[in-house]
């Protein structure tokens, strides 16, 4: 079992930036490709970004590419999103992801093992 925590959203203008933050705890966080999803009133929840066990492979949704950055500390237990030039757009509550499969099947519709309570980021225009 793998307990995912968010912090760190929050309301922000656009052109403003925020970093989010997933803890985990429980079985080897290291074990785990991790990823951010998100989900905006109204839609389906999509894929933002990935990243492998070791940090090594990192996968953006094209729409965020440029702009968030993905990372992680095996250390920490903690993997990153780093989310500069905000737009309106981006508003959605954002979701940690643990996954035992290979990161760059997380950008697909694959069966997540662990997902965290999520954390609502608001960009305002």
């Known amino acids: 079992q793998v307990q995912l925590v968010e912090s760190g959203g929050g309301l922000v203008q656009a052109g403003g930036s925020l970093r989010l933050s997933c803890a985990a705890s429980g079985r080897t966080f290291s074990g785990y490709a991790m990823g951010w999803f998100r989900r905006a009133p109204g839609e389906e929840r999509e894929f933002v970004a990935a990243?492998?066990?070791?940090?090594?492979?990192?996968y953006y949704a094209d729409s965020v590419n440029g702009r968030f950055t993905v990372s992680r500390d095996n250390a920490k237990n903690t993997v990153y999103l780093q989310m500069n030039t905000l737009k309106p757009e981006d508003t959605a509550v954002y979701y940690c992801?643990?996954?035992?499969?290979?990161?760059?099947?997380?950008?697909?519709?694959?069966?997540?093992?662990?997902w965290g309570q999520g954390t609502q980021v608001t960009v305002s225009s």
């Open positions: 990243i492998s066990r070791s940090g090594g492979n990192i």
């Open positions: 992801a643990a996954y035992m499969g290979d990161s760059y099947l997380m950008s697909r519709k694959v069966s997540i093992d662990y």
